[in-house]
T-cell receptor, first 112, second 114 residues
């Protein structure tokens, strides 16, 4: 069935270092991928997205990489800050398929 | 602020009871999604509405139902509540219903069933 999973449930990084959060997806028909950030007590917040016709997309301090060959998605956060501490979810959907499926989440701890 | 409003923020009720969770989508968004998040777990898709009509169904129990009204707000009804229904329930909205744009989430309703 459809599933989106994460390799690491928790990640601890030093402030100022780069963070990489990984995600595997299983539905080869998925063509739209999104990363969300969820802070304690809040709903998930959109960070960055990428469509299947791209391999890489950059935002402000964040980069998403998509490897369709191995069905892998990653989120890179540059110069990680304490405010980046949160749970990060990857999500996949098939445009026109109406459902967005979320992975289990990775908790990022940023050490000062 | 995502622009999605969920009420109430917290809800405590007993087993066997029925509750209604309410969601107002972001202005201009036609599609509403409901997700359930249990402790330390991911977001489980329950159901989606687009412009008043059911568009997609996920792992929604028969005891649960939802609807989207003409003013586009949505309600999620949970009945015959069980302890295992305790969770965070999130509503999200998007401009269209085709899952090709980001979802905008509210801050959730925390349901505790005792």
């Amino acid at each position: 069935g459809e599933s989106v999973g994460l390799h690491l449930p928790t990640l601890s990084v030093q402030e100022g270092d780069n963070s990489i959060i990984n995600c595997a997806y299983s539905n080869s028909a998925s063509d739209y991928f999104i990363w969300y950030k969820q802070e304690s007590g809040k709903g998930p917040q959109f960070i960055i997205d990428i469509r299947s016709n791209m391999d890489k997309r950059q935002g402000q301090r964040v980069t998403v990489l998509l490897n369709k060959t191995v069905k892998h998605l990653s989120l890179q956060i540059a110069a990680t800050q304490p405010g980046d501490s949160a749970v990060y979810f990857c999500a996949e959907s098939n445009t026109g398929g109406f459902k967005t499926i979320f992975g289990a989440g990775t908790r990022l701890f940023v050490k000062a | 602020d995502s622009g999605v409003t969920q009420t109430p923020k917290h809800l405590i009720t007993a087993t066997g009871q029925r509750v209604t969770l309410r969601c107002s989508p972001r202005s201009g968004d036609l599609s509403v999604y409901w997700y359930q998040q249990s402790l330390d777990q991911g977001l489980q898709f329950l159901i989606q509405y687009y412009n008043g009509e059911e568009r997609a169904k996920g792992n929604i129990l028969e005891r649960f139902s939802a609807q989207q009204f003409p003013d586009l707000h949505s309600e999620l009804n949970l009945s015959s509540l069980e302890l295992g229904d305790s969770a965070l329930y999130f509503c999200a909205s998007s401009q269209d219903g085709a899952s090709n744009s980001p979802l905008h989430f509210g801050n959730g309703t925390r349901l505790t069933v005792t």
